[in-house]
């Protein structure tokens, strides 16, 4: 149903006008027309005389590109008054505002832009993950969110969920902007001995989320669930701004001192880059414990996003190490006592791709896993699309002695297996210059290539993924993908790939996942062929397994 209301005017100084509406709210959404690149409106939702929505949107006058929907079903049965600035009182722009009570998803997921291995939002823009973490038989997702935009701005916190990691189901905004800031990242734990009091009298573990509070007061603050759907966010915050732009609270366990560590972003003086640690028991007050040293203004070593976890080294209970990481995921590792963090391998590179950023792992993993999902910047935003930006599949980390010391390794989770539908299987065959294509007989819009190659008296080995050519020179190691390189040395004279190719892009893991390049690049949706060459000399192909894959939005 159309909003029904008296529509009234008002002029400003500044020669703009707002124009204000009150309806009766009978639905659960309210449906926002939007046309990307229209010049954008505030609008702002006020119950009696407080604000309790408000947002920028490029709102469409007539014809839209998409629509986006706000929540309104907690003022069921109360009177709201909409207010839109407008350029002038002729807009049309209250005629396209409704009530609905169901979303209209028929085409969501569908789009030829939308990646189909990778997690992205039903509509609007996407960056940083947030708050990984399981909760009551689920895995939660939450993530920076613009719910009225294909473009950065309006942060609040979107949520998903899902039972293995893959399939995922969005449940709509977990944080809104309140009068302290819009909601930047942060992290999530689950409270299982309650002490914070938070619990349904003092019985029921709650799920901890920690944000920035951003933009305004650059405070810290805290919100938590009983249930993992409705979240309530303490009224005073449990840190106070240290500098502008200090943010992105990662709180972890450590058992050793009983105590919650958090770790924050800190910017200080002369664009020093720091990661100052807290500790509390109860999850409220919060004690300063020590900080680390980054980089400077455009070496952004430790900047932003931090993540602070353990490792075994080699699958060793008996031997740990504390890795520290920003959100390019250049990672130092070392030891902690509780309070400091000491390095002892510091700007080490865990991944060497193209717009992979502000990566985040989950906290109470049932298995034990330390399960990474990072933001990747796909080039998703097409003309009249309602939704830009995805996530990374999800990767286990694993910590391995190498010859330069002990680095990070990141596998594919194991659950993606369950995607694999169509197999095609090649045994040892001998690649020589010119020789017919092995991967002929091999097509698929979304796929996974397991391969393993001994370059023998080869100089060059070419890997064509749907017209995209991946480039290993022999000689040197180096693996180049669209401009993007990485050495990739041979292990026991063997080359060992593993592909993860979607339609924004793909994701090569190297060497058993010694190296990790994420490549974003918006495939020709007309070529699904694959090819795999050498150039003076020859190589053996030792084996290859090819997969097409199902899909993860069509269960």
């Known amino acids: 149903m159309l909003l029904i209301g008296v529509l009234t005017f008002v002029f400003h100084a500044n020669g703009q006008t707002s124009g204000t509406q009150t309806f009766y709210v009978s639905h659960r959404y309210l449906k926002i027309p939007v046309k990307n690149g229209a010049p954008k409106r505030n609008v702002e939702l006020w119950l009696n005389n407080e604000k309790v929505r408000w947002f920028d949107v490029e709102l469409a006058d007539s014809v839209y590109d998409w629509i986006a929907y706000l929540d309104i079903e907690k003022w069921k049965g109360q009177s709201l008054k909409l207010s839109i600035s407008t350029p002038d009182r002729n807009s049309h722009g209250f005629n396209s505002f409704e009530q609905v009570d169901l979303q209209d998803d028929n085409a969501v997921y ?32 939450f993530f920076q969110h613009n719910p009225y935009g294909t473009s950065w701005g309006n942060m ?38 309650n002490s914070s009091g938070l619990g349904n009298n003092n019985l029921m573990a709650p799920m901890v989320l920690f944000y920035t509070a951003a933009e305004q007061s650059w405070k810290q603050g805290l919100a938590y669930s009983l249930d993992g759907k409705e979240f309530k966010k303490l009224p005073n915050h ?5 500098s502008t732009g200090n943010r992105d609270p990662k709180v972890i366990w450590h058992g050793p001192s009983a ?21 509390s028991k109860d999850m409220k007050t919060w004690e300063f414990a020590s900080k680390v040293y980054g980089g400077k203004g455009n070496d952004r070593y430790l900047f932003e996003c931090p993540e602070f976890f353990e490792l075994a080294v080699d699958d060793n209970p008996k031997q740990k190490k504390w890795i520290l990481t920003g959100a390019n995921s250049q990672y130092a590792i070392g030891s902690f006592d509780g309070k400091k963090f000491t390095p002892e391998a510091e700007r080490l590179f865990s991944q060497y791709g193209r717009d992979y950023y502000a990566a985040q792992t989950f906290s109470n993993e049932p298995l034990g896993r330390r399960i990474e999902i990072g933001w990747w910047r796909t080039h998703t935003n097409q003309g009249a ?14 910590l391995k002695t190498t010859e330069k010391g002990i680095r990070l390794f990141r596998e594919p989770v194991a659950e993606l297996q369950n995607l694999r539908k169509d197999k095609l299987h090649i045994g040892q065959i001998s690649l020589k210059a010119g020789k017919l294509n092995q991967l002929q007989h091999f097509s698929g819009d979304v796929a996974e290539l397991k391969l393993l190659i001994t370059p023998k008296s080869a100089r060059n080995i ?7 050519v991946m480039n290993y020179n022999v000689a040197t190691e180096e693996m180049v993908v669209d401009n993007v390189r990485a050495i990739v040395p041979l292990r026991d004279g063997k080359l060992v790939l593993r592909l993860f190719v979607d339609r ?12 990790y390049m994420p490549i974003n690049y918006n495939f020709d949706h007309n070529n699904l062929q694959y090819g795999i060459s050498v150039s003076n000399g020859q190589a053996v192909l030792d084996q290859a397994d090819l997969y097409t894959l199902k899909s993860i939005w069509s269960d």
Request: aromatic share 10%.
């Open 504 to 515: 924004t892009g793909l994701e090569l893991f190297a060497q058993n996942g010694e190296i």
């Open 385 to 398: 699309t309602a939704f830009n930006q995805s996530m990374s599949i999800p990767m286990e980390l694993k």
């Open 238 to 242: 449990i840190l106070e701004k240290i």
């Open 156 to 193: 609040h916190w979107g949520h998903a969920v899902s039972s293995d990691l893959i399939h995922w189901k969005e449940l709509g905004e977990a944080l809104y902007p309140d009068e302290s800031g819009v909601m930047f990242s942060g992290g999530a734990v689950v409270d299982t001995k």
């Open 259 to 279: 105590r919650w560590v958090l770790t924050l972003y800190v910017e200080e003086e002369h664009g020093q880059h720091s990661m100052h640690l807290f500790t």
């Open 462 to 468: 070419q890997i064509n993924v749907r017209g995209l």
């Open 110 to 141: 569908t789009e030829k832009e939308r990646g189909q291995i990778h997690f992205s939002p039903k509509r609007g823009w996407l960056n940083d993950p947030n708050g990984l973490v399981f909760f009551k038989g689920q895995y939660h997702l």
